[in-house]
């Protein structure tokens, strides 16, 4: 394997969080021993609001006034020390965490170059100065460009690191501070901020924490006045004080416990909603402009930018926990204004009109808002859609709000997984085109078609197009945000979790793959002119996201042919049908349906090589357990072949629409497979990314061999062999497949002293006598490979070896040429626009 003489190295921190986890438990077992209930503590601490009395199970109502207050302050400093603690020990693990990405990422991107080294300095050690500079196509070009990629690599990850130095210093001086000052109205708003307290100290201590009247309730009245005088705040009447903070204190412990109501730690109590309602509905009629005109309200009154911020997001945090109906609210108990501004104009029936102050107002509540803080249903799904309208549309140009206001208001929109699952399966209709007509006994939608839209999936379409050609400054990130989730929920999540995410992954694939919205993904508009590109291209993130999506469910894209066409996902397959799926979960797409997907994949080189990577992973560890077991599931090895040859089909109609094929597709196919190779190489001592599982020694030799042979073996690129020569292209065959297989067997033998490699015929044998590990090493004496499998069967392996070898071979070959027939594949561009893209615009 080549190297390259560059390495990185990051500072790091001796602290541990485990370490400093360890003192907040001990503070926290301190602070019950003070307060007499060990096992309550938490529970009683961060309940509902409540008297310290309550709290506490020693009776302390004989003592003096000042002798009760010095077991607050104790349960308080406790308490403080316990959770300043807990949030050194998260900015230490982000720290880490941090640090530990980057360097992931280093190690990637020099396993990806080392495995990209062309053959002749496969084995060198690539420096400063060598290997010089040559011809344009030279491999002596190559290294020195790969060699240049990684110094930039290089330089960009330590400039990123140098930003989380700076910041977890911050962080030091900050904890730091925080101790030495103790509990201070800001400080404790610190910690609710970052989710590490939130009704502890009011209970504790409540004449401190706040000046709640009416027996310390939440209540309608307190929730007027609360506006009343926050306004003032916002609005410069009034200074900053300790009541502010005392305000803010409450509101966010508030939207603290709604954020742990979301994530199922607890529930939500009903004055708690109540409050919020009564609480932004004085805030809608307090400012003329509603809630939406309470930013540019806090630039008028000169607030600070960081008090700004943190009202925003507090706010914000309260509009999400008002939107949601899971903890007793919904899209229409939100102030007016705020639905005005989700909808404006993009999503108002017969239009209407949009100037974009609402957006640009609601992203400026929104984008401060906790990241673990969802919208509600109707919210998430009223923002998704109108967010794509906009960018399907025409008035992108003068309007008032930013890209990075629509970005914000999608990070966002997407974060609720089920409103997600709905949009892509298309079960999503919005209220304000709901109402629906009988013509002729069929289901009509007459707001729908006053719009342009014949069936709500016709609106999602348009969204999703919308989405995902329009050219965002983040690369699509934020819009990928919509279906990213489903990787993870499928391979991490809960039977609930993988159940949505599979019945999303069925809607999305079927939707995406659609021939009129699939051409509209594979020629998106050229703004620098020339030929329509693939989406991939403007917004390479979504494929990224959609290579993730594809290796998530590799299994099942291997399956076999299927007659109906679409997408369905079932929870009660046959494990003896499917073997890889035990329990019942199986995506089964159709056979077009997949190969376009695949294709939009390939729109972003890093994507395909990431899902190249899927298949050839894969199948690295389906024949390293062959040969290790000496036995093999058929199905497992055709499903390998299956998507092979989908992944060649997928690429070539790619190369065809893209490129009318050519040299230079022929070079774009190499350039995604020794990547694709290199994900597979560089992981082999640990788990492969996309690959899930791990490769042995001899699966290392087996790669090492396909990085250079597989990638040129299974070109299909026709056109160029008369421009490149023969041997750089060699076609995939049984033959060769079987003397590969043959080979390893061979090489497994030597390396277990069962045979001396002097014995062997030399026609297998490279120049130092070691055995050859391909086709590729032997093809020099020009014979065939059936030649060879005939050689090796007869005068080496074993009948029980020979059989292996051949059996996997022909099951390989058989899925493989599953496929045949079924028009999957271009060899020029009138088949493509025939058969893969039939309504592709140019």
Known sequence: MASFDLSLTLRT??????????????????????????????????????????????????????????????AVALTYAADVSDMWADYVEEFRDGREELLEEWHSAVTDREGRVPGEYASSHITLTFPERKGFWSDENTCRDLYDELVEKRTSIQGRFDTLWTIYQEHVEEIGDMLEEGATKVNVQKLIDG??????????????????????????????????????????????????HELMIMLGMITTNAMQAQQGGTGYREEEMDFLKT??????????????????????????????????????????????????????????????????????????????????????????????????YGLSNTLTMSMGMFAASDAVEGMNHSEDDITALLDVSTRNRDANHDLLTGEYVHPLFADTEKVDGETTYPTLEANGFDTPQGMI?????????????????????????????????????????????????????????????????????GADIPMG??????????????????????????????????????????????????????????????????????????????IEGRNAIVLNDALENGEFSEETVRSGGRLTNLFESAFDNYATGRYGL?????QQEIDIKKRGWGVVIGSVAGPIPYAGGLVGD???????????????????????????????????????????????????????????PSSLPEEILREDGSVARSYEEVDARGSSPSSFNELVADEVLDGDSEKLAREYAEQFDDGNSSFAGGNLRADDTTEYDTHINPERRN
Do not use: C
């Not at 006034?65 to 104790?74: G, P, R």
């Not at 050519?662 to 022929?666: D, I, N």
């Open 13 to 74: 921190t001796d602290a541990i969080p485990a370490l400093i986890r360890a003192r907040t438990t001990d503070f926290e077992e301190l602070d019950a021993r003070v307060l007499g209930d060990s096992e309550n503590l938490q529970a009683s601490l961060d309940g509902a609001a409540g008297q310290f009395t309550s709290i506490l199970a020693w009776d302390i109502s004989t003592l003096a006034a000042e002798d009760q207050q010095l077991w607050v302050d104790a």
């Open 195 to 244: 989710g590490h307290a939130n009704w502890a100290y009011y209970n504790l201590d409540p004449n401190h924490y706040t000046m709640l009247v009416d027996g310390r309730e939440l209540t309608e009245e307190n929730a007027q006045e609360w506006a009343g005088e926050l306004s003032e705040y916002w609005s410069g009447d009034k200074p900053i004080d300790d009541r502010y």
């Open 279 to 376: 609480f932004y509905a004085e805030l809608e009629e307090g400012n003329h402009n509603g809630v939406i005109g309470i930013p540019d309200q806090m630039e008028l009154g000169q607030f600070s930018q960081d008090n700004r911020e943190h009202a925003l997001g507090i706010l914000g945090d309260g509009l999400l926990a008002l939107s949601d109906h899971r903890l007793g609210g919904g899209y229409y108990d939100l102030p007016e204004s705020v639905q005005f501004a989700a909808e404006e104009g993009f999503l108002m029936a017969s239009g209407g009109g949009a100037s974009g102050y609402g957006t640009n107002s609601l992203a400026e509540l929104l984008r401060y808002t906790s990241d673990d803080m969802e919208a509600g």
């Open 461 to 529: 379409d348009h969204v999703l197009e919308g989405l995902f050609t329009y050219d965002w400054n983040d690369d699509g990130e934020s819009a990928s945000g919509l279906f990213d989730w489903i990787a993870e929920d499928t391979m991490n999540g809960t039977p609930e979790e993988q159940e949505r995410a599979g019945h999303a992954a069925a809607g999305f694939i079927e939707t995406v793959t659609r021939p009129e919205l699939f051409a509209a993904f594979t020629g998106v508009e050229n703004t620098d002119g």
């Open 537 to 614: 291209e403007v917004n390479p993130d979504v494929a990224l996201s959609m290579a993730e999506v594809f290796h998530a469910y590799v299994d099942d894209f291997g399956v076999g042919t299927q007659e109906s066409e679409g997408a369905q996902f079932h929870t009660d397959a046959s494990p003896n049908q499917f073997a890889f799926a035990p329990d019942g979960n199986v995506l089964l797409v159709g056979d077009m349906n997949r190969v376009r997907f695949m294709e939009l994949v390939m729109g972003d080189t890093e994507a395909a090589s990431n899902m190249y990577a899927s």
């Open 662 to 666: 050519g040299e230079e597709a022929y």
């Open 698 to 756: 001899g699966g290392k030799e087996i790669a090492n061999h396909l990085i250079e042979s597989n990638a040129d073996i299974y070109s299909s690129l026709s056109d160029v062999e008369g421009e490149v020569s023969g041997e750089d292209i060699p076609q995939y065959s049984r033959d060769v497949l079987h003397l590969d297989i043959q080979l390893q067997l061979v090489n497994d033998m030597v390396e277990r002293g069962e045979i001396d």
